[in-house]
Nanobody, 118 residues
C-alpha cells in the first residue's frame, strides 16, 4: 500500500519559518517526481515546488527565494523549508508523488495545515 505522510505544519507568526516533511512508502519512488501543493480556503490547489530523483527542483514565483524543496532519496522523504512566511502562505499543504513518465500514476498525502498569523 502506497502512503505519503506529511508532518511539520502549525501556527507561525509572519516572518517565521517552518519545515514540512513528507515520507513515502509502499513502492519504488525513484521514477517519481515529488512535489508540494497547497490549497487556501476558497481557492484551487496550486503547485508550490517539485523535485526529481536527480536533484532538479522548481519553485513557483510566489515562493521563490523563500521556500526550498529538498529530497532525500535514501529516506524516500521530501522536505519544504519555508522561510519569511506571509499570511497569504496560509493553506493546507499536500505532498504529491507522480511518475515522471506516466503522470496519471499519482499519490497524495493527507495534508498538513500551515497558518501564518500574528
Amino acid at each position: 500500500q502506497v502512503q505519503l505522510v506529511e508532518s511539520g505544519g502549525g501556527l507561525v507568526q509572519p516572518g517565521g519559518s517552518l519545515r514540512l516533511s513528507c515520507t513515502a512508502s509502499g513502492t519504488d519512488f525513484s521514477p517519481f517526481v515529488m512535489a508540494w501543493y497547497r490549497q487556501a480556503p476558497g481557492k484551487q490547489r496550486e503547485l508550490v515546488a517539485a523535485a526529481t530523483t536527480g536533484g532538479t527542483t522548481n519553485h513557483v514565483d510566489s515562493v521563490y527565494g523563500r521556500f526550498t524543496i529538498a529530497r532525500d532519496n535514501a529516506k524516500n522523504t521530501v522536505y519544504l523549508q519555508m522561510n519569511s512566511l506571509k499570511p497569504e502562505d496560509t493553506a493546507v499543504y499536500y505532498c504529491k508523488a507522480f511518475h515522471r513518465n506516466y503522470p496519471s500514476i499519482e499519490y497524495w498525502g493527507q495534508g498538513t495545515q500551515v497558518t501564518v498569523s500574528s
